[in-house]
């Protein structure tokens, strides 16, 4: 017996001197193993290319789908508020059932997110295509529009859903995805530059209002002249959506081809996976969460309804029909040079800080367009300064969002795979609230009494055009703003959460190290 209880305590000591050496190896190679598995520069570009579809199509769709039902296709603004409501709608329905099928998906070959990615290109790009095609027939032209556009927002949120989870699972570094989700920001207000370049330049060379004749007597001549650009208007719009999904599948591509999924921390649990209605329920009761949801669907209201009636506004209320599509894009611009900054400024100053300087910039401008008597160089001058809100609103939500996910992670470290339902919810409430905001201010025009393709518009409509981008867009800023003042993740929690994020990562891979070495 004697004998025996040596050996074992020679066993127990032996293996104790054996593992001792082996913990300092592994915590003295680690931080070269991290650097030498962070991302490269190359790797966040392509991450970043990414989020340009939804970007580019986002744009071409929120500046200019409103001018194209009513003035293109002709519908009636009340079946063109419908079209809008509708589809957004049903967007946002599909973000947390698209977010909860992710987030149960099983890691395959090419990772959790790709094959998502992947799949739903070909059909969005197929159903994009025919939103920007006006059928021959006028029985159904309402339903083509409300069925292809549903179609196609389901197919964009099966790719953008899983883009935007993807995020937590490029890199385990806080610092990394804060700079790639940099990268993403800089990419993809470029991409609402290229899309309303592509649109508005393509489509803003045929008018649907044509100069009028020299023989103002001849109203054959007039009506042959519109007819003709019409149809010009339908071949370009056409156009520029073909040009669009050329450079969606080719940011698809790079993204597949230059990004490497990671399958996280590895952290294993025996729990049952959630329920939907079990990890709404676990979301929706972080606080954080829901504060920041709120403060941002407020603010990124304001800006959508800008960017919804913006087109219009420049093109009946100031009357800048041949520069609105320039105008347009020197805002996007402007927003584009401007992003490196924010990010600057957000790392220098934190976060909360860069939201009320960067949304709060806006509003100035925004009461001076409307304010002042049309001048076509005063308007660029807006637009200019305009820009730079539209990056920080841009920038500040999805460099946020993340930290929640932390926060979250570290209150419930034994929940996990519920990254895409904190995006795909969030993207939920702003899209609803987008379709809301749109459907009800093409209704307006309506009651305004908005003409189908007219070349001038009632004076009440200018008035209408007027308070949907200026007065009701600064009372949202200020109530989001107002709410965002309570979120309640600061630097000093931010990093703190990070350091035990870290910390727990680190004793997790030490632990299953050393146990696979055992």
């Given at each position: 017996?004697?004998?025996?209880?040596?050996?074992?305590?020679?066993?127990?000591?032996?293996?104790?001197?054996?593992?001792?050496?082996?913990?300092?190896?592994?915590?003295?190679?680690?931080?070269?193993?991290?650097?030498?598995?962070?991302?490269?520069?190359?790797?966040?570009?392509?991450?970043?290319?990414?989020?340009?579809?939804?970007?580019?199509?986002?744009?071409?769709?929120?500046?200019?789908?409103?001018?194209?039902?009513?003035?293109?296709?002709?519908?009636?603004?009340?079946?063109?508020?419908?079209?809008?409501?509708?589809?957004?709608?049903?967007?946002?329905?599909?973000?947390?059932?698209?977010?909860?099928?992710?987030?149960?998906?099983?890691?395959?070959?090419?990772?959790?997110?790709?094959?998502?990615?992947?799949?739903?290109?070909?059909?969005?790009?197929?159903?994009?295509?025919?939103?920007?095609?006006?059928?021959?027939?006028?029985?159904?032209?309402?339903?083509?529009?409300?069925?292809?556009?549903?179609?196609?927002?389901?197919?964009?949120?099966?790719?953008?859903?899983?883009?935007?989870?993807?995020?937590?699972?490029?890199?385990?570094?806080?610092?990394?995805?804060?700079?790639?989700?940099?990268?993403?920001?800089?990419?993809?207000?470029?991409?609402?530059?290229?899309?309303?370049?592509?649109?508005?330049?393509?489509?803003?060379?045929?008018?649907?209002?044509?100069?009028?004749?020299?023989?103002?007597?001849?109203?054959?001549?007039?009506?042959?002249?519109?007819?003709?650009?019409?149809?010009?208007?339908?071949?370009?719009?056409?156009?520029?959506?073909?040009?669009?999904?050329?450079?969606?599948?080719?940011?698809?591509?790079?993204?597949?081809?230059?990004?490497?999924?990671?399958?996280?921390?590895?952290?294993?649990?025996?729990?049952?996976?959630?329920?939907?209605?079990?990890?709404?329920?676990?979301?929706?009761?972080?606080?954080?969460?829901?504060?920041?949801?709120?403060?941002?669907?407020?603010?990124?209201?304001?800006?959508?309804?800008?960017?919804?009636?913006?087109?219009?506004?420049?093109?009946?209320?100031?009357?800048?029909?041949?520069?609105?599509?320039?105008?347009?894009?020197?805002?996007?611009?402007?927003?584009?040079?401007?992003?490196?900054?924010?990010?600057?400024?957000?790392?220098?100053?934190?976060?909360?800080?860069?939201?009320?300087?960067?949304?709060?910039?806006?509003?100035?401008?925004?009461?001076?367009?409307?304010?002042?008597?049309?001048?076509?160089?005063?308007?660029?001058?807006?637009?200019?300064?305009?820009?730079?809100?539209?990056?920080?609103?841009?920038?500040?939500?999805?460099?946020?969002?993340?930290?929640?996910?932390?926060?979250?992670?570290?209150?419930?470290?034994?929940?996990?795979?519920?990254?895409?339902?904190?995006?795909?919810?969030?993207?939920?409430?702003?899209?609803?609230?987008?379709?809301?905001?749109?459907?009800?201010?093409?209704?307006?025009?309506?009651?305004?009494?908005?003409?189908?393709?007219?070349?001038?518009?009632?004076?009440?409509?200018?008035?209408?055009?007027?308070?949907?981008?200026?007065?009701?867009?600064?009372?949202?800023?200020?109530?989001?703003?107002?709410?965002?003042?309570?979120?309640?993740?600061?630097?000093?929690?931010?990093?703190g959460n990070r350091k035990l994020l870290e910390d727990l990562l680190d004793s997790e891979s030490e632990s299953s190290e050393l146990?696979?070495?055992?």
């Amino acid at each position: 017996m004697a004998r025996g209880e040596g050996a074992e305590q020679y066993n127990a000591t032996l293996l104790t001197s054996t593992i001792k050496p082996m913990k300092t190896e592994i915590k003295a190679i680690k931080p070269k193993e991290q650097r030498k598995s962070g991302l490269t520069v190359w790797n966040k570009l392509c991450y970043a290319f990414g989020g340009a579809p939804y970007q580019i199509t986002g744009s071409a769709l929120g500046f200019f789908l409103q001018i194209y039902l009513l003035d293109v296709a002709q519908l009636d603004p009340f079946y063109a508020s419908i079209i809008l409501f509708v589809g957004r709608a049903w967007d946002a329905v599909t973000d947390p059932t698209v977010g909860f099928l992710v987030s149960r998906s099983r890691w395959t070959g090419i990772g959790r997110m790709m094959p998502w990615i992947l799949c739903s290109t070909p059909f969005a790009v197929l159903t994009y295509i025919l939103i920007w095609y006006v059928p021959s027939f006028e029985e159904g032209k309402v339903i083509w529009y409300l069925v292809f556009y549903c179609l196609f927002q389901s197919m964009q949120t099966c790719f953008h859903v899983p883009y935007s989870a993807l995020t937590m699972f490029i890199s385990n570094d806080q610092k990394e995805r804060d700079s790639a989700t940099a990268y993403r920001m800089t990419v993809e207000v470029l991409g609402t530059v290229l899309g309303t370049a592509i649109q508005g330049q393509i489509v803003g060379g045929v008018s649907t209002c044509p100069t009028e004749p020299e023989d103002h007597n001849s109203t054959n001549t007039t009506l042959n002249t519109t007819i003709v650009s019409l149809e010009d208007s339908k071949r370009a719009y056409l156009l520029a959506s073909g040009v669009i999904c050329i450079i969606y599948v080719f940011c698809a591509a790079v993204l597949f081809f230059g990004v490497k999924e990671q399958k996280g921390s590895g952290r294993k649990t025996s729990a049952p996976p959630l329920t939907f209605r079990q990890g709404l329920w676990v979301i929706v009761s972080h606080g954080p969460y829901v504060k920041l949801v709120i403060g941002f669907l407020f603010t990124s209201l304001a800006f959508m309804l800008l960017e919804g009636n913006f087109a219009l506004f420049i093109t009946h209320a100031l009357g800048h029909r041949e520069d609105f599509q320039n105008i347009l894009l020197v805002i996007m611009l402007s927003g584009t040079l401007t992003i490196p900054w924010w990010q600057w400024f957000l790392t220098r100053f934190g976060k909360k800080t860069a939201t009320y300087c960067g949304i709060l910039w806006a509003v100035p401008f925004m009461i001076l367009i409307v304010s002042v008597q049309s001048h076509l160089i005063i308007s660029y001058l807006v637009s200019v300064a305009a820009g730079v809100s539209v990056a920080a609103a841009f920038l500040l939500p999805w460099s946020m969002l993340p930290d929640v996910v932390d926060d979250f992670k570290v209150q419930n470290p034994d929940i996990h795979g519920h990254e895409a339902l904190f995006y795909s919810f969030y993207v939920f409430f702003i899209k609803f609230a987008s379709g809301l905001s749109l459907g009800i201010s093409t209704l307006s025009l309506k009651f305004a009494g908005y003409v189908t393709g007219g070349c001038v518009q009632p004076e009440a409509v200018s008035l209408t055009l007027k308070v949907l981008v200026s007065p009701v867009p600064i009372v949202l800023i200020i109530i989001g703003l107002l709410v965002i003042w309570t979120y309640p993740i600061d630097e000093e929690r931010r990093q703190g959460n990070r350091k035990l994020l870290e910390d727990l990562l680190d004793s997790e891979s030490e632990s299953s190290e050393l146990g696979s070495s055992v």
